[in-house]
């Protein structure tokens, strides 16, 4: 089934560690999304990319990092220079012509005490 | 930079009536795209609507339906004969048609309680 993963589900670290959540699609999309969901915030971008080797920051992107060295995978490191890292994440991905709808992974839940 | 309002944080509707969740947005551009999404309590983004700035018929899909006012800047989901999976967390979006990134721009969404 085509579709976009992200693993874990769940994910627990310390505070000052850096951590790695994974996201990988395999609906052949040039561009991939990562977005931070909080109680009554809605959505906010923090990085995204059109096209492998390339991306740039969005509305939120302090604290955080991000690689495309394949099309299929886009992971993000939240770094421990990031202030509030305890969130919903999503990664997302579209095509880039066309109708253009992202679709979204299930996301991770990232718990940082 | 495009905003987006939900002004109703919740709402809530009895099974098998119709109700209506408001969106506005603030925008300079004229070409640009609307959304609602649907997040239920797995948290899985449901695409559920989408309109085309360009277009004057507002878009229809079964049950769901937008009342789209360009002028007006408002882009409000109407929900009929509401079902007990319709509760969910619903978002408005926005999406440039001129900027570079296909981003969206959510709102802060409107959760619907659905009572049976």
């Known amino acids: 089934d085509g579709g976009i993963t992200q693993s874990p589900k769940y994910l627990f670290r310390k505070e000052g560690q850096n951590v790695t959540l994974s996201c990988e699609q395999n609906?052949?999309?040039?561009?991939m999304y990562w977005y931070r969901q909080d109680p009554g915030q809605g959505l906010r971008l923090i990085y995204y990319s059109q096209i492998v080797n390339d991306f740039q920051k969005g509305d939120i992107a302090e604290g955080y990092s991000v690689s495309r060295e394949k099309k299929e995978s886009f992971p993000l490191t939240v770094t421990s220079a990031q202030k509030n890292p305890t969130a919903f994440y999503l990664c997302?991905?579209?095509?880039?012509?066309?109708?253009?709808?992202?679709?979204f992974g299930p996301g991770t839940r990232l718990t940082v005490t | 930079a495009q905003t987006v309002t939900q002004s109703q944080p919740e709402m809530s509707v009895q099974e098998a009536e119709t109700v209506t969740l408001s969106c506005t947005y603030d925008t300079s551009e004229s070409d640009y795209y609307l959304f609602w999404y649907k997040q239920p309590p797995s948290r899985q983004m449901i695409l559920v609507i989408r309109q085309e700035a360009y277009k004057q018929q507002n878009a229809t899909e079964n049950r769901f339906s937008v009342n789209f006012q360009k002028a007006a800047k408002s882009f409000s989901l109407k929900i009929s004969d509401s079902q007990l999976g319709d509760a969910a967390m619903y978002f408005c979006a926005y999406r440039s048609a001129e900027e570079y990134g296909n981003k969206l721009v959510f709102g802060a969404g409107t959760i619907l309680r659905v009572k049976s």
């Open positions: 997302a991905s579209s095509s880039t012509w066309g109708r253009r709808e992202q679709y």
């Open positions: 609906l052949n999309h040039d561009a």
